[in-house]
């Protein structure tokens, strides 16, 4: 029994230390993510989001490199009285490319922001671990540069959430909505 219940504690502390160590990217270049992206998934192990999942729809997210290496991101999605959400934060480079951190205003968070994954006119999958308060967790948001992304995007991105512990349950794709003007 106490060798089993080791045995599992060790996997977990092995699956802790993988999701700690996710790295971008390793050719990630910054200029090639300009322009607009759909966010078609999202996937997050904050308790948060199972009361907010049904009211999710896709958004679109502006990417715009500035030319001291960090990332300016403006997101913006249609709600349902057809006025349009916005929110913008500014991602600063690190030592690493690909890897960026920002504080949110909005959710009053910090952000360590990876994009681990990216073809630059198709995907990009981005890991974020949000702390705030001294409590953390993990969102991952696929992105399309258009609203249907292949259905081997779509398994890409929900392999690597679940790898990352997140429940199935809180895997989403999110359906399509309408543009803001």
């Not at 949000?130 to 540069?145: D, E, F, P, Q, V």
Request: with cysteine; proline share 4%; glycine share 6%.
């Amino acid at each position: 029994m106490a060798t089993t219940m080791l045995g599992m504690l060790g996997v977990f502390l092995c699956a802790l230390a993988v999701r700690a160590d996710v790295m971008p990217q390793a050719d990630f270049d910054l200029l090639k993510v300009r322009g607009t992206w759909y966010l078609v998934g999202f996937a997050t192990n904050a308790d948060w989001f199972v009361s907010h999942k049904a009211s999710m729809k896709m958004g679109t997210a502006t990417l715009t490199p500035q030319p001291n290496g960090d990332l300016e991101m403006d997101y913006s999605s249609l709600k349902p009285d057809g006025s349009c959400w916005t929110m913008s934060h500014l991602a600063k480079k690190t030592d690493i490319p690909g890897k960026f951190t920002f504080h949110s205003q909005h959710w009053d968070n910090e952000n360590d922001m990876r994009v681990v994954d990216v073809k630059y006119d198709e995907y990009s999958l981005v890991h974020t671990i949000k702390t705030k308060a001294g409590s953390s967790y993990i969102l991952n948001k696929l992105y399309s540069r258009t609203q249907d992304p292949s259905q081997a995007v779509l398994d890409k991105f929900t392999q690597f959430s679940l790898e990352q512990g997140i429940l199935k349950e809180n895997i989403a794709i999110l359906p399509k909505n309408g543009q803001c003007s």
